[in-house]
C-alpha cells in the first residue's frame, strides 16, 4: 500500500466548523466528535492515541469525514440524550424535523470490549426530509491509501493496517475511494449506519434497525446507571453532571488512564504554533480527576487510576527526570515521540499538526504533589492504600525532598528553558506535607523528622523568594515579579489561609493584571517568554480555580458572578476546550479534562459557601 498522503482538494478556512460546535460520544476507549452539522470530523480506532480515520477538523480536505445531514437547507441543534453521552443533532426543515442520533455502544459486555462500533441512527419525527451521506475515511491520518468494496448492504473499507466495515439499512454507492447514499423518510421511519473495526477475530457485525434500537436502550441505560452515583445535589447540577460524563469519556477502561483531551493539535491561537497531541494520561491532570470523582462519589474511577499507577508507574532507575514522568501512554507506555504531520494543514489552517509529545520528557516537580495528594484523598476517601503503594509514596517523598530545589519546565510546560516555579515548589510542599498526613492519620511507618524538616524549608523559601515586595503579591518563579495563575492553587492547597493578607493582596493583584471578565490568563508571555510565537487565550482551569479562591476569600457574590459568566462560555452542550478567545470562542484542544474537573470543584466549593 502506498503512504503518499491524499490529495483532494485545495485547502479553504470556510469549510472548518468552529472547535466549540461539536459534541462528543465515546466507549471508554475512544470518542468522535460530531458537528453540529452532522459530521463526524475526528474518529480513532481503535482508540484514543491511534491514527485517526476521520480527522476533517484538522484537514477539511485530506483529513476524511462521515457527512449525515438533511440534503435540502436546516436549521440544527444538538443536545444530549438526558443523563447519558448519547448525542442528538436535529436538522429542522420546511417539510419535517428529522434526527440523528449518534452514540457508542457501552453496556459492560466484557465480551465485546474489543470490538469498536459507531452507531448513527436516522430518524424523521415530522413531515419528510431527505437525507444524505457521505462516509470517506482515510486511514494514518490520511497517509494510507486503501480499498472499497460492497458486500450487499455493507461497505468494506480496508487499508494495509486497519479495516473497517459500515452497515446500511439504505442502498450505498462507491464513489472513488468514498461511498454515499441518499435516501428519504417519512414521519416515524428510520436508517441505520453502524460503523465497525474488522480486525483478526472480529468479523463484521451488521447492525439492523432492531439491534440499534437495543444497542441504543443498553447504552442509555449504562449511562444513566453510571450517573446515578453521584452525590452531588447542588445549583448547577446539569453542568456538574455533564462535566462528570465528559471526564468518564475520557477514561480508558481496559487500564484505568484518564486522556487530557481527546483531541491532538486544535489551535491554542488560529494560525499560531501552540498545537498539541493531549491524548495521554497526564499525571497532574489525572490526579486531579481523581479528586473531582471522589468528590461527586464515584469511586470506581479512582481505583482504576490507582491500579493503573501501580501496573504502569515505577519509582524510577535514577533518571535526571525523575522516578516519574509528567505523562504516559494510555497503554502506560513512556516513549511518546513528537512528529509533525506536513501534510495536513490543520485547523483553520493552523500548523503544524503534531502527534506524540516531546514534553514527556520534561522536568514537572509539580506532579509528585498533585499525584500524592490524589493518593492522600483516596485512602481518606475511597478505601486505604496497601503497605506496597505506602511503600511508593514513600519513595516519591524521599525523591521530593532530595530534588525540590531544582529548576524545571513547569506546570504549563513552557519550552523556553528551566526556572525556579513558585507552582512546582508550592506542590513540592504538598507533597510532602500529604505524605506526612498520612502517615501520622494511620500510623505508618516515616522518615517523620526529615520530611517535616524539608516541607518547612520550602514554606520558608516560598514565602520569602516567591513573594515581591514590588507587586505585594506572590510570583511565578523565585526572585521575579511577573503573575502566574498557578498560584491560585496556594490556598486551595492549604499552604496559606485564604484570608491571609498576603493572599489576598495577591488575589488584588492578579485581578488587575491577568483577569478578563471573569475570564482569567495563565500569565503574560512577553513579561516571561515561554519559548513559543503567538499569543494565547483565557485558561479555562484558571478561570474556575479562580471562582474557588474568591470563594475561599469570603468574596461569595463576586465568586457566584465570576462563575456564572464562565458557564456562558461552556459551548452549546456544556462543553469547554483549554482556552476562550478575546472574542469568546473555544480554543485549544476539545474537551479538555483539566477545565471540566476545575468546574465541578468550583462549583462543590461555591454551593457549600452558598449554603
Known amino acids: 500500500m502506498s503512504t503518499t498522503p491524499i490529495e483532494t482538494g485545495t485547502p479553504g478556512a470556510s469549510r472548518y466548523v468552529p472547535i466549540a460546535d461539536h459534541g462528543l460520544i465515546g466507549d471508554l476507549r475512544s470518542v468522535a466528535l460530531v458537528g453540529i452539522d452532522g459530521t463526524i470530523d475526528w474518529y480513532c480506532c481503535p482508540s484514543f492515541d491511534a491514527p485517526s480515520i476521520f480527522a476533517a477538523i484538522l484537514d477539511a480536505e485530506r483529513g476524511g469525514c462521515f457527512e449525515l445531514a438533511a440534503s435540502v437547507p436546516a436549521r440544527t441543534k444538538q443536545f444530549y440524550f438526558p443523563d447519558t453521552n448519547v448525542l442528538i443533532t436535529r436538522f429542522f426543515t420546511e417539510d419535517g424535523v428529522g434526527e440523528v442520533q449518534d452514540f457508542m455502544p457501552v453496556d459492560g459486555d466484557t465480551a465485546e470490549v474489543e470490538r469498536h462500533r459507531l452507531i448513527r441512527r436516522v430518524v424523521c419525527v415530522r413531515g419528510s426530509i431527505p437525507f444524505r451521506t457521505r462516509v470517506a475515511p482515510r486511514f494514518d491520518y490520511g497517509t494510507r491509501t486503501h480499498t472499497v468494496r460492497l458486500e450487499g448492504e455493507v461497505a468494506v473499507f480496508e487499508s494495509e493496517e486497519l479495516a473497517i466495515g459500515l452497515t446500511s439499512t439504505v442502498p450505498l454507492e462507491i464513489d472513488g475511494p468514498d461511498v454515499h447514499a441518499d435516501f428519504k423518510l417519512s414521519q416515524g421511519e428510520s436508517a441505520v449506519l453502524a460503523l465497525d473495526q474488522i480486525s483478526g477475530a472480529l468479523a463484521l457485525k451488521r447492525c439492523a434497525r432492531t439491534e440499534a434500537e437495543m444497542q441504543f436502550n443498553s447504552t442509555v441505560a449504562y449511562w444513566r446507571r453510571w450517573l446515578s452515583a453521584s452525590k452531588y445535589r447542588g445549583r448547577w447540577r446539569e453542568m456538574v453532571h455533564r462535566s462528570a460524563l465528559t471526564l468518564k469519556l475520557l477514561t480508558y477502561a481496559p487500564t484505568g488512564a484518564i486522556v487530557a483531551a481527546p483531541t491532538t493539535s486544535l489551535p491554542e491561537q488560529v494560525g499560531g504554533e501552540r498545537n498539541w497531541d493531549y491524548r495521554y494520561m497526564w499525571v497532574r491532570d489525572a490526579a486531579f480527576c481523581?479528586?473531582?470523582?471522589?468528590?461527586?462519589?464515584?469511586?470506581?474511577?479512582?481505583?482504576?487510576?490507582?491500579?493503573?499507577?501501580?501496573?504502569?508507574?515505577?519509582?524510577?532507575?535514577?533518571?535526571?527526570?525523575?522516578?516519574?514522568?509528567?505523562?504516559?501512554?494510555?497503554?502506560?507506555?513512556?516513549?511518546?515521540?513528537?512528529?509533525?504531520?506536513?501534510?495536513?494543514?490543520?485547523?483553520?489552517?493552523?500548523?503544524?499538526?503534531?502527534?506524540?509529545?516531546?514534553?514527556?520528557?520534561?522536568?514537572?516537580?509539580?506532579?509528585?504533589?498533585?499525584?500524592?495528594?490524589?493518593?492522600?484523598?483516596?485512602?481518606?476517601?475511597?478505601?486505604?492504600?496497601?503497605?506496597?503503594?505506602?511503600?511508593?509514596?514513600?519513595?516519591?517523598?524521599?525523591?521530593?525532598?532530595?530534588?525540590?530545589?531544582?529548576?524545571?519546565?513547569?506546570?504549563?510546560?513552557?519550552?523556553?528553558?528551566?526556572?525556579?516555579?513558585?507552582?512546582?515548589?508550592?506542590?513540592?510542599?504538598?507533597?510532602?506535607?500529604?505524605?506526612?498526613?498520612?502517615?501520622?492519620?494511620?500510623?505508618?511507618?516515616?522518615?517523620?523528622p526529615r520530611w517535616q524538616e524539608c516541607r518547612d524549608r520550602i514554606y520558608r523559601r516560598i514565602m520569602s523568594r516567591g513573594w515581591s515586595e514590588t507587586r505585594q503579591a506572590f510570583v511565578q518563579c523565585e526572585d521575579s515579579d511577573v503573575l502566574d495563575a498557578a498560584v491560585l492553587m496556594m490556598p486551595m492547597a492549604k499552604f496559606i489561609a485564604p484570608t491571609d493578607p498576603k493572599w489576598l493582596s495577591t488575589l488584588d493583584a492578579l485581578t488587575e493584571d491577568l483577569v478578563s471578565d471573569s475570564l482569567v490568563y495563565r500569565y503574560d508571555p512577553e513579561a516571561s517568554p515561554d519559548g513559543l510565537r503567538g499569543d494565547e487565550g483565557t485558561f479555562s482551569i484558571c478561570s474556575f480555580w479562580y471562582v474557588e479562591a474568591m470563594v475561599r476569600a469570603g468574596r461569595v457574590d463576586e465568586a457566584r458572578l465570576a462563575f456564572e459568566k464562565m458557564l456562558t462560555y461552556a459551548n452549546h452542550l456544556g462543553l469547554y476546550a483549554e482556552e476562550i478567545s478575546h472574542t469568546g470562542e473555544q480554543q485549544g484542544n476539545f474537551p479538555q479534562a483539566f477545565t471540566h474537573l476545575s468546574l465541578i470543584s468550583a462549583a462543590f466549593n461555591l454551593d457549600r459557601a452558598l449554603g
Open 290 to 448: 481523581v479528586y473531582a470523582m471522589l468528590r461527586l462519589g464515584f469511586t470506581t474511577e479512582a481505583e482504576a487510576f490507582m491500579s493503573f499507577l501501580t501496573e504502569h508507574v515505577s519509582r524510577g532507575d535514577g533518571s535526571p527526570a525523575g522516578p516519574l514522568q509528567i505523562m504516559y501512554g494510555i497503554d502506560g507506555r513512556t516513549d511518546l515521540p513528537e512528529r509533525e504531520l506536513d501534510h495536513l494543514e490543520g485547523h483553520l489552517g493552523s500548523a503544524p499538526v503534531r502527534v506524540g509529545n516531546a514534553a514527556s520528557d520534561q522536568l514537572q516537580l509539580d506532579i509528585y504533589g498533585a499525584l500524592i495528594d490524589s493518593i492522600y484523598l483516596y485512602d481518606k476517601w475511597a478505601q486505604p492504600i496497601s503497605s506496597d503503594q505506602w511503600d511508593n509514596v514513600c519513595a516519591l517523598v524521599d525523591w521530593v525532598c532530595e530534588n525540590w530545589d531544582q529548576p524545571d519546565e513547569g506546570i504549563w510546560e513552557t519550552r523556553g528553558g528551566r526556572k525556579n516555579f513558585l507552582y512546582s515548589r508550592l506542590m513540592c510542599w504538598v507533597a510532602i506535607e500529604r505524605g506526612i498526613r498520612m502517615a501520622n492519620r494511620r500510623g505508618l511507618p516515616a522518615e517523620l
